[in-house]
């Protein structure tokens, strides 16, 4: 099975932009991964902020955006806000199999 | 509006079984994949299971195969996870998930332990 790869945590500063990638074991992320971004907080559900690459749902915000930069799949977060801090995944697909990544800790300070 | 809720969940003993549901509304159910997804306590997301609209096509994570199955009835709006053969690794909170993980329940907890 594919091991999908994500920064373990990440800071950004108020107003501050950041980007969170994801990766794959078998090569270069395309848009074949279909790849999804979900935003993740303690005792909720997780919540869908993008999907096939750079699709935003309805209640994204417009300062979530997502791209392939690089051969990773990437969610850049542009004027970072404090209830922007979570646990950020992304997600792929490898035809019959969807696997994770292992997440990335957004800390807005 | 979309609305997914999960049901089923609780204490099962290592070995046991337990199904669980997952009623959905505000979206044609029938004309969506569905999929489970888990999270055990202080891990990660883990993709476990999907099915197609018709119920022709289900996939499972290779750590649930043989001992969990995927199901739907349509005419209910409904999604089923029956899981046997229960391991203390099962341990999580199960969500349901609209497609390919568009639109999430708020999930059910199973616990597997003696």
């Known amino acids: 099975q594919a091991v999908v790869t994500q920064e373990p945590s990440l800071t950004v500063s108020p107003g501050g932009t950041v980007t969170l990638t994801c990766g794959s074991s078998?090569?270069?992320?395309?848009?074949?991964?279909?790849p999804y971004w979900f935003q993740h907080k303690p005792g909720q559900a997780p919540r869908t902020l993008i999907y096939?690459?750079?699709n935003k749902h309805s209640w994204t915000p417009a300062r979530f955006s997502g791209s392939l930069l690089g051969g990773k799949a990437a969610l850049t977060l542009s004027g970072a806000q404090p209830e922007d801090e979570a646990e950020y995944y992304c997600l792929l697909s490898y035809s019959s199999d969807w696997v994770f990544g292992g997440g990335t800790k957004l800390t807005v300070l | 509006e979309v609305q997914l809720v999960e049901s089923g969940g609780g204490l099962v003993q290592p070995g046991g079984s337990l199904r669980l549901s997952c009623a959905a509304s505000?979206?044609?159910?029938?004309?969506?994949?569905m999929s489970w997804v888990r999270q055990a306590p202080g891990k990660g997301l883990e993709w476990v299971a999907n099915i197609k609209e018709d119920g022709s096509k289900k996939y499972y994570v290779d750590a649930v195969k043989g001992r969990v199955i995927i199901s739907r009835d349509n005419a209910k709006n409904s999604l089923y996870l029956q899981m046997n053969s229960l391991r203390a690794d099962d341990t999580a909170v199960y969500y349901c998930?609209?497609?390919?993980?568009?639109?999430w329940g708020q999930g059910t907890m199973v616990t597997v332990s003696s």
């Open positions: 078998t090569g270069a992320v395309t848009s074949g991964h279909y």
């Open positions: 096939d690459t750079s």
């Open positions: 998930a609209r497609g390919f993980c568009l639109d």
């Open positions: 505000g979206f044609s159910f029938s004309s969506y994949w």
